[in-house]
């Protein structure tokens, strides 16, 4: 009988805070750190002993904003955050939760915004979701053999619209009676009570509705007033959690609600994090204003943090269908068209053509695209010519506007078209200059959602990159513990999760990382399958950087595979309730 179940021998130590980081070895016994030792530890003690030398060890990383919410039903491994070393994932994020409405409602508030195909995730949802409350969603979680730990947001669009149905909650005329307010605040104390971080709204007016039955509306949370807000609210305020929120891009003033909400005003502040801060291709002074409302929001007694994405925001795009078309006019027009030959009528109309120039000319209205075609590479193409190329070079050199030839393109190409453009946080000054920002979260990788659009599964990997190589350059960001204390103790204490450190006495959710590995490129696309639903997506591959991930004092990951019992039996990940 050994002392330990395992030794992780002489690693460079982080605990979790931003305190020095040293070589030390660590026990674990029955999924918890049973001693941190600066002295290598008697090998004889354990069932097994791995070398760290050379390699950080570090507590589990923290994805606080995922869209695993369907995937976690059918392969709850979710194996691709885990592989990088993400041990405690959040979903019910952006108020699209699948907590409380029936499935087909769920699935219609989430597939389109999401892109992940309504075909695979409506199915799921028919066959699995057997609960219609907080309550018992949580029953089944706990039942269920996850791959990290779970915490979770309850969904503003979910709730609504298993309150008032999904026409209602999308039609503009109407508000909540008395009783389905009361519902609502039912639900959410329900929540509350059972461990859930808090609620997520969405005021962004193009994230649409999928389905039969309200096609290309907006999300349900957009249609509230913000007097319904303020009223869920006062729940989390009681209870100190927290308000995950998206503002209308189209207009900007909408931040104030927001912000007056985490500033309190004669109340108690409330924990408020905001999707994005980004600095942009298309608004360069967009970056700086969300800082300063933040710095402003918490000078006077705030709480608030933005979502933060530590490296570039590319954008990958299969044709026209995706949702930077969805925040003009002209793109939008073209999206709500379901069928595709009609679309492609429509894209070849010459009135049409001229709306869309109009906007894509109109550099002044408030955008996340930068809207310029110069600025896409074309990716894929049935003509080979084209691969490797912009859209202006292509379109100069046939005389065209290069509306018109993309346009051209999609009607001619559909989907085989792909390309790919940076949005935003392409400069590594400001880009460094932002992550040191105390207002804000690293996080924002939306895993599990936007599967052919996006790939920031490694985003933990990406950030200490960053820092790393300011390191390397001797113009150092941060410290490289106040980096790890970004991406795990920082958080799960926002938060107020156990989860983040490795101290003694602690959960051992622990990462072995060889430095070494984050000089490569961890931008590089790569595909896989999707588990559970048959289909590819767009993942990262980084061979050489995680060699092993610990759950709950159970390898996850062993020597950089994926353990072959993970997401099959219970023991790895469990849910985290809200302190």
């Known amino acids: 009988m050994h002392q330990y179940d395992l030794i992780i021998q002489s690693g460079r130590y982080f605990d979790g805070s931003p305190a020095p980081s040293a070589i030390r070895s660590l026990a674990i016994k029955d999924g918890r750190i049973a001693l941190v ?273 530590p490296t570039p925001f590319a954008i990958y795009a299969d044709g026209m269908d995706i949702v930077l078309f969805e925040e003009f006019g002209a793109g939008e027009m073209a999206l709500d068209v379901k069928d595709h030959i009609e679309r492609n009528m429509l894209l070849q109309n010459e009135q049409y053509r001229r709306t869309f120039r109009k906007y894509y000319a109109d550099k002044l209205s408030p955008r996340v695209w930068q809207r310029d075609f110069g600025d896409a590479v074309i990716l894929g193409c049935p003509d080979a010519s084209l691969v490797g190329r912009n859209f202006a070079e292509v379109a100069r050199e046939r005389g065209l506007h290069v509306v018109d030839l993309f346009l051209d393109m999609v009607v001619q190409y559909g989907r085989e078209l792909r390309w790919f453009t940076v949005i935003g946080n392409h400069r590594l000054d400001k880009l460094r200059q932002m992550v040191r920002s105390p207002h804000t979260l690293i996080t924002f990788s939306d895993a599990g959602a936007h599967i052919r659009n996006m790939a920031f599964y490694n985003l933990p990997l990406r950030f200490l990159k960053l820092v790393k190589d300011s390191h390397d350059e001797n113009q150092p960001v941060m410290s490289l513990e106040h980096a ?58 980084n061979p050489g950087c995680v060699s092993h991930v610990l759950i709950n004092g159970r390898l996850a990951v062993d020597e950089e595979r994926i353990a072959p019992e993970l997401g099959q039996q219970r023991g790895f990940g469990q849910f985290l309730a809200a302190r």
Request: some cysteine; glycine content about 8%.
């Open 37 to 309: 030792s600066a002295e290598p530890l008697d090998a004889s003690l354990a069932e097994r002993v791995i070398d760290a030398q050379g390699k950080w060890i570090t507590p589990g990383f923290l994805d606080t904003h995922t869209h695993y919410d369907a995937e976690l039903m059918v392969a709850p491994s979710l194996s691709e955050s885990v592989r990088h070393g993400v041990t405690t994932v959040l979903v019910g994020s952006c108020s699209l939760s699948m907590v409380c409405s029936e499935a087909e409602d769920a699935s219609d508030i989430f597939t389109r915004v999401e892109t992940v195909p309504r075909e695979k995730v409506l199915p799921i949802l028919r066959e699995r979701k057997t609960w219609n409350g907080p309550r018992q969603w949580r029953e089944f979680v706990d039942q269920h053999p996850l791959g990290p730990n779970l915490i979770s947001f309850l969904g503003h669009s979910d709730m609504r619209v298993a309150v008032m149905g999904l026409h209602r909650a999308t039609d503009r005329q109407v508000v909540p009676s008395e009783s389905e307010m009361q519902r609502m605040e039912a639900l959410l104390t329900e929540a509350l009570d059972y461990g859930f971080l808090g609620l997520s709204t969405m005021c962004l007016k193009w994230d649409k509705l999928d389905g039969d039955r309200e096609w290309s509306k907006s999300l349900p949370s957009t249609y509230a007033r913000w007097r319904e807000v303020r009223r869920l609210n006062r729940l989390l305020r009681q209870r100190g959690r927290v308000h995950q929120g998206a503002p209308n891009a189209a207009n900007p003033l909408q931040i104030t609600q927001y912000i007056s909400e985490a500033i309190g005003l004669l109340r108690k502040p409330l924990k408020t994090t905001l999707i994005s801060l980004l600095d942009l291709k298309g608004n360069r002074s967009l970056a700086l204003l969300a800082r300063l409302s933040a710095w402003l929001t918490n000078r006077l007694g705030g709480d608030f943090r933005w979502q933060l994405l």
């Open 484 to 541: 790890v204390h970004r991406l795990t103790g920082e958080q799960a204490d926002w938060l107020g999760i156990d989860a983040g450190y490795i101290r003694q006495g602690d959960r051992a959710d622990l990462v072995l990382i060889d430095p070494a590995g984050l000089k490569q490129n961890l931008e590089r696309e790569n595909w896989d399958e999707m588990q559970g639903f048959g289909i590819q997506r767009m993942v990262c591959r």
